[in-house]
């Protein structure tokens, strides 16, 4: 490849441009950090809300779709075929694993979300006929281990038709982040219709919930402008220079900070109880931010020796 890190694949006559996981911009993975963090938030407000969960969801998208119309300073979005399918990813992600937390106990639902790794790589294997590194399996193996370990303490087998949407939230996420990788799709107009979409859904709900509550509103508040809108903004910069595997390996990271920015709101005092995560939780933790950080440390060393050869 003479040291070029990005590959063209054809099919069906279409060139498919995809960043491999050999990248040499150190830039993309930190705004996908960063837009994770920002997505860890999650867990935490939502605790400060009492509204169901897709009134939740419509708020939080109508925000996050103000915050990108200030960012894009435009209301215009492209009806690309990759735009499409991605801001459909992004609604059923979002939606199947709401529906996914009603049904079945929280851990499951995260957990069986993050088996996206193993569909990108099976998304990559069946469309774009793209074998996955050795170092990218024992990745994905290594944080999923590492999630088991972390949620193994609150797992249950949980309910059938729960574990099910989670599945397919998981599926979902993993096109998110392969969809964002097409020629045809601007992450920015992707995700902005995905927000419109989401909206369109959840606000029917919100108009009949809503509460003149001070602290959900600010709670919801911060959820679509922070959790929601900044960091799509975040993710829509660190994936252009990121390979769909390695952007969804770091997003690991987001379940991990989740209880614990719970914990030291139950210090603080402002969670009327106090949740702290056991050992099992923080060698899990343990075992995902090291696997991540070494195998993005690996892969920059491959790109270093391709480049030079």
Known sequence: M??????IIQRGGESIHMIDSKHTDRSGPVFIVLASVCW???GLFIKFIPWSAMSIVGIRAFLAAIVFIIYRRSFKVEFTAGNILTAVCLSST?????????????????????????????????????????????????????MMLFFAENLDSGAFWGNIMALISGLSMA????C?????????????LGFMINTCIG???????VTPDINAWVAVAFLGIVQVGFAYIFFSKGIKKTSALLACLISAIEPILNPIWVMLAGILGFLPELEIPG?????????I???VVGYNIWIEKTAVKDKNS
């Open 2 to 7: 003479g040291g070029n890190p990005a590959r």
């Open 40 to 42: 860890s938030f999650g």
């Open 94 to 146: 979002t939606v199947m694993y709401v529906f996914a937390n009603k049904l079945t106990t929280a851990a499951a639902a995260i957990l069986l979300q993050f088996t996206a790794p193993i569909f990108i790589i099976l998304i990559y294997l069946i469309f774009y006929k793209k074998k996955p590194t050795l170092s990218a399996v024992i990745a994905v193996l290594l944080t999923l281990v590492g």
């Open 175 to 178: 096109g998110v982040y392969v």
């Open 180 to 192: 964002n990788k097409r020629p045809d799709t601007n992450p920015e107009n992707a995700l902005f």
């Open 203 to 209: 606000l029917p709900f919100a108009l009949t919930e």
């Open 279 to 287: 050992l099992f939780a923080l060698i899990g933790g343990i075992v």
């Open 289 to 291: 931010i090291l696997t």
